[in-house]
């Protein structure tokens, strides 16, 4: 199984809305992440987990809130967002330290619009 | 300073002929890793070939091969064989520094290029 699962594919929030964006993997990567992309732009990274804990916050705006509950599922929560946050958001697994050289498993992402 | 630079603005190619996709990078490390990604308009990341730093040959994968050119700090993706199914948008990038398949190595990509296979 070297499958990134995101849920939900589609999300269509209000600015006052809270929803979480779901990611799960099973390849036993103890490194997740979050990347948000613009249209016709590159992935921009937002958090890393590195067993279960938060690694790296790329300055992400406190209405982003990553969670890691076990080494299998990374929530992203959303609250309060802005328009300017419309974007496709996606997930990633990685091998840690020493291993799979780097490589990132991605998902296919959650289309986000906000109204 | 663009750490990976990608400046083909979109590409076309025909079906079944080969077509070489351009990433040059900029790194002061001695340790790094190349990668390529193909994103279909369905949005998911496909990883598609890997080159670390010391890594003597090229690599290969399938139909796809990278002409890795150190000195010249270029890491272009040759895909053989066109097919309309290599429509998309690639994505070359690069992780650094000696620890650069921890998760701490930041990712980095370049802006990407447009393919367009015809039939």
């Known amino acids: 199984d070297t499958e990134v699962t995101q849920t939900p594919k589609h999300l269509v929030m209000g600015m006052t809305n809270k929803k979480s964006l779901k990611c799960e993997q099973h390849?036993?990567?103890?490194?997740m992440y979050w990347y948000k992309q613009k249209a016709k732009k590159p992935p921009e990274l937002m958090f890393v987990y590195s067993y279960e804990k938060l690694s790296i916050n790329e300055s992400v705006p406190s209405r982003f809130s990553p969670e890691c509950p076990n080494s299998s599922l990374l929530n992203l929560h959303l609250h309060a967002l802005q328009p300017e946050d419309s974007a496709l958001y996606l997930c990633?697994?990685?091998?840690?330290?020493?291993?799979?050289?780097?490589?990132?498993?991605f998902g296919s992402g959650t289309q986000l619009s906000v109204l | 300073a663009q750490k990976i630079t990608q400046t083909q603005p979109g590409m076309f190619v025909q079906e079944k002929e080969a077509v070489t996709l351009d990433c040059t990078y900029d790194?002061?490390?001695?340790?790094?890793?190349l990668f390529w990604y193909k994103q279909p308009s369905s949005g998911e990341m496909i990883f598609l070939i890997y080159?670390?730093?010391?890594?003597?040959q090229n690599a290969t994968e399938g139909r796809y091969s990278l002409n890795f050119q150190k000195a010249r700090k270029s890491a272009n993706l040759v895909i053989s064989a066109s097919q309309l199914g290599d429509s998309a948008m690639y994505f070359c990038a690069m992780r650094e520094g000696p620890s650069f398949t921890g998760a701490n190595s930041k990712l980095t990509f370049g802006k990407g290029i447009t393919l367009s296979v015809r039939p």
């Open positions: 790194t002061s490390d001695q340790s790094y890793g």
């Open positions: 990633a697994s990685s091998q840690v330290l020493g291993q799979g050289r780097g490589k990132l498993f």
């Open positions: 390849m036993g990567h103890r490194a």
């Open positions: 080159q670390g730093s010391y890594d003597e």
